[in-house]
């Protein structure tokens, strides 16, 4: 069986058309690419993309804000308290407010024998004791209504505290506040 070469290459062509329709007819194109309908389509499903995730990125930002507000107000508070109930217990006498039924807001205790007193200035509440003067709220908060009351004299010298811890970040006018008020005598 001989094929002649002339049949084979005729054969191989016919083949190569029927694969490629239009072969022969196809041109270059020459406007290839993006319409301007397709780009400006793009441009705005990427610019409402970007303004909603911007939203979701500002309104994450804002919760977190608000979280660490909150968790201000809650640990400065429970400091503050739980720091005149340890300090009024370990007392040996209570200097301000001196007499009975008297409200202040400065807190002077004896302890050992040293002199410890709780002042409030610009919602700063500090205390001045031996070793020197401190803050006891954090940056995040600040105390406000601060009073001391004696209620007890003597031996069984009691005292009522009441304060409002606000956190600093306000949001949409409103702020974060606890109030406390505890009673601690001497022991």
Same mark, same amino acid.
């Given at each position: 069986m001989k094929i002649s070469f002339k049949y084979l290459a005729l054969s191989i062509k =016919?083949?190569?058309i029927c694969f490629r329709p239009n072969a022969r007819h196809h041109k270059p194109n020459s406007s290839s690419g993006f319409t301007?309908?397709?780009v400006l389509i793009y441009m705005g499903l990427l610019i409402t993309l970007i303004v909603i995730f911007t939203e979701i990125f500002a309104s994450i930002t804002d919760l977190q804000l608000s979280s660490k507000n909150t968790s201000n107000v809650a640990d400065d508070g429970r400091y503050i308290y739980s720091r005149f109930i340890y300090d009024v217990n370990r007392a040996? =006498?209570?200097s301000t407010p001196i007499n009975e039924g008297e409200t202040t807001n400065t807190l002077s205790l004896i302890i050992n024998g040293d002199s410890y007193n709780y002042t409030l200035a610009n919602g700063v509440l500090s205390i001045t004791d031996p070793t020197g003067s401190y803050a006891?709220?954090?940056y995040g908060s600040q105390v406000v209504g601060l009073s001391f009351t004696k209620i007890g004299t003597g031996a069984n010298s009691t005292v009522r505290i009441n304060f409002t811890v606000n956190g600093i970040v306000t949001k949409q006018g409103l702020s974060d506040q606890q109030s406390f008020q505890t009673t601690a005598g001497l022991r």
């Open positions: =016919s083949l190569c301007l309908v397709e040996e =006498s209570i006891l709220n954090g």
